[in-house]
């Protein structure tokens, strides 16, 4: 039997967007994913911490890799933080 989440895991673990963040899906359960990224002196924003767009990219990654644990079908249109 297929184990949805560990698929979902590994499956955005090879995504090529993911790959340039250098982001890893460490964790994924249904609903629930754990993503991190390294903070890179290049995403710094001009108080020389991570810039809100490298921040919201994290948010939108974890977010979509929790959905789809739940196998839904999601796009992103629009993002608050």
Same mark, same amino acid.
């Given at each position: 039997?297929?184990?949805?989440?560990?698929? &979902?895991? #590994?499956?955005? #673990? +090879?995504?090529?967007?993911? +790959?340039?963040?250098?982001?890893?899906?460490?964790?994924?359960?249904?609903?629930?994913? +754990?993503? %991190? &990224?390294? &903070?890179?002196?290049?995403?710094? #924003?001009?108080?020389?911490?991570?810039?809100?767009?490298?921040?919201?990219?994290?948010?939108?990654?974890?977010?979509?890799?929790?959905?789809? %644990?739940?196998?839904?079908?999601?796009? %992103? &249109?629009?993002?608050? %933080?």
């Amino acid at each position: 039997m297929l184990d949805w989440p560990e698929f &979902i895991k #590994n499956h955005f #673990n +090879k995504l090529p967007y993911f +790959k340039f963040m250098e982001a890893t899906v460490l964790e994924t359960a249904n609903g629930y994913a +754990k993503v %991190t &990224i390294p &903070i890179k002196p290049e995403y710094s #924003n001009t108080y020389g911490i991570a810039h809100g767009g490298v921040v919201t990219a994290l948010v939108d990654m974890t977010s979509g890799v929790a959905l789809r %644990t739940l196998k839904q079908r999601i796009v %992103t &249109i629009e993002v608050t %933080t």
